[in-house]
């Protein structure tokens, strides 16, 4: 039982980090964008594909896909905010709507490119770390929890160390008081929509050989980052990696003991209970919606 | 007397549209009727400023309610209609609680939860709502003659008919409820929120208000749809389903009673005639997608405002 327990814990501990990943991109936009990214399950997505393409098909070293990854879907953040929230930016539910527009271009674009069917992606590593009799983790995994460790902090560093990080946090909070004090807010949004949409494309790119790619998986992925971002505060980073890996931890052991649709009800219903008894999240104060 | 003639050359156009056309493009053209009611129902909740992200699984709620009416208690399928509309307008009551909490975005997230929450309980719970494979073999309605014309429910045409009918005594109930002071307080509740309050209107009464009945006709709408293709699940009222239902109601412009009507018309016009008979039924989201942004971008007032341009002098309204 014990072991369970903590085979369970250490599946949660995966899933809370390419789920803060998603959540902190999504964060991120919000916060400087002022717009609720519909499309972010695609941005995933895509980041997944591009590990089809360049890792599954054109046999290139896993790590060269990722970071291709990376690079393409924050290309396609930048594309989003030029092409739709720079000229929506004073329709607050323009925004939204026109990245649920791009959403559907993404998938349709994928069932165009890859078929509707489930990619097969060779694994990266056949590895498994053994920690115990009953416990044990395989190294893709902990890749991917390597990896959101060390984005998180280097994108705390960038946020709370650097000057670009302060702009980016002063239009967050004020864009007009921030533009006073001359910084350019197209350029921090440009620079948040890179990092934000990057985030997801890695995330999808890193957990790529461990989940079934397929166009319609960013719908699942959308679920649950905006039940992680109500539930920590919309617009408070902090508040969504605590809420990721209070969801994750939630989610991974009810789905373990009680089955998969049970966890996604659970979950959704949390979020229905922090927005009803406090909309402003757990962790949050900022209110731009 | 100009206005009724008007009226009853169209009201023979309906009747003759469907001998035209193939049986596929029959088809369609039932679905059409259902959408037009989903959709203008979508745009009475619209009038009170809320975007809900749960209308078409309200709608499902009506599917459901009525094909399992049918098939578990065996209550006469229009009766069972109506009670799916009544139920799922219940439903957005009971919903009405905790969403009205919130505001905008936050009652769009809410709605979108609440909406997800009640497709997994289908899915989960096999025994009433038949899980993930959801409920076939829903009785269809029974047929019946009215003298002049023999209702056969196998033929769409005598669906799109019965449909046709159903929709139209709900856009005029829709419709009445607009122009009555009830719609005008929707539209107060709206742009005015402060002032209607301070006037003594209970913000919260009229958004339920509209909610429900919004719901209700949805629900009709759901109703409708189950008894004409035999078999639902809750795959049939997903986030895709209700991405359309968002896109007439955005390219056709919710500023009048007849621009998401238009919308709906169009789109599906320009999907089934065009995009089918052209062979790019695969582009379907992605051109949904494009239009979606592009009206969105240039045209933000949706279709009705080129209708507007054309036809000045109905600036009363």
Not at chain 1, 1 to 6: E, G, H, S
Request: glycine share 10%; hydrophobic share 55%; proline share 4%.
């Amino acid at each position: 039982m014990l072991d369970l327990l903590a085979q369970t814990g250490l599946n949660a501990v995966y899933a809370a980090s390419y789920i803060s990943l998603v959540a902190v991109g999504l964060v991120l936009i919000f916060g400087v964008m002022g717009v609720i990214n519909f499309a972010h399950g695609e941005l995933f997505m895509a980041g997944a594909y591009v590990v089809v393409a360049v890792y599954a098909d054109m046999h290139m070293p896993f790590f060269i896909a990722v970071v291709v990854g990376l690079l393409f879907v924050g290309c396609l953040g930048l594309l989003m905010e030029r092409a739709l929230f720079r000229p929506l930016r004073d329709n607050p539910l323009g925004g939204l709507v026109a990245s649920i527009g791009f959403l559907m271009i993404l998938q349709a674009l994928a069932t165009m490119g890859f078929g509707v069917r489930m990619e097969f992606i060779p694994p990266v590593t056949q590895h498994v770390v053994q920690l115990g009799e009953n416990i044990s983790i395989p190294l893709a995994r902990v890749y991917v929890i390597v990896a959101a460790i060390v984005l998180l902090s280097a994108l705390w560093y960038f946020l709370k160390r650097t000057r670009f990080g302060w702009a980016l946090r002063a239009s967050a909070q004020d864009p007009q008081a921030a533009e006073l004090q001359g910084i350019s807010i197209a350029q921090t949004a440009k620079i948040a929509m890179f990092i934000g949409a990057g985030l997801a494309g890695i995330a999808g790119a890193l957990t790529a050989p461990l989940i079934s790619v397929n166009p319609h998986m960013g719908h699942s992925v959308i679920v649950t980052a905006f039940i992680v971002i109500i539930v920590g505060g919309v617009g408070s980073l902090e508040g969504a990696i605590i809420a990721s890996i209070a969801y994750a931890f939630v989610h991974t052991f009810v789905t373990t003991f009680y089955g998969g649709v049970i966890a996604d009800i659970t979950g959704l219903s949390l979020m229905l209970i922090v927005l009803i008894v406090k909309p402003t999240g757990l962790f949050g104060s900022a209110d731009r919606a | 007397m100009r206005k009724a003639l008007i009226w009853i050359a169209f009201g023979a156009a309906l009747i003759a549209l469907p001998h035209g056309l193939s049986f596929s493009q029959q088809e369609i053209l039932v679905f059409l009727t259902i959408n037009i009611l989903v959709v203008s129902s979508y745009r009475l909740l619209t009038l009170t400023g809320e975007w809900s992200l749960a209308h078409v699984v309200i709608m499902g709620v009506g599917a459901y309610a009525s094909a399992m009416m049918t098939k578990n208690l065996g209550v006469y399928v229009p009766v069972a209609m109506l009670m799916g509309g009544i139920i799922a307008a219940l439903i957005a009551v009971v919903l009405s609680f905790p969403l009205f909490r919130m505001k905008g975005f936050y009652f769009l997230i809410g709605s979108f939860a609440a909406g997800e929450i009640i497709r997994l309980l289908w899915k989960h719970f096999r025994d009433p709502f038949g899980g993930a494979k959801g409920i076939k073999g829903i009785d269809p309605m029974p047929d019946f003659s009215i003298g002049i014309y023999d209702f056969d429910f196998f033929e769409p045409v005598s669906y799109f008919y019965f449909a046709g009918f159903i929709v139209i005594v709900c856009l005029w109930i829709l419709w009445r409820i607009e122009r009555s002071p009830v719609g005008l307080t929707f539209h107060a509740v709206h742009w005015q929120d402060k002032l209607a309050e301070a006037s003594g209107v209970n913000l919260r009464a009229y958004r339920t208000l509209a909610f429900a009945v919004a719901s209700g006709f949805a629900g009709i709408g759901g109703a409708l749809l189950a008894h004409y293709i035999g078999t639902i699940n809750p795959g049939s009222f997903d986030l895709d389903y209700m991405v359309f239902v968002l896109t007439w109601a955005i390219v056709g412009g919710t500023g009048t009673f007849y621009g998401p009507i238009l919308g709906c018309v169009v789109l599906t016009i320009l999907n089934e005639v065009v995009l089918r008979e052209l062979g790019f039924e695969q582009l379907r989201p992605l051109i949904y997608g494009a239009i979606l942004i592009a009206s969105i971008l240039f045209l933000p007032n949706g279709l009705e405002s080129i209708v507007q341009k054309f036809t000045k002098r109905s600036a009363k309204s």
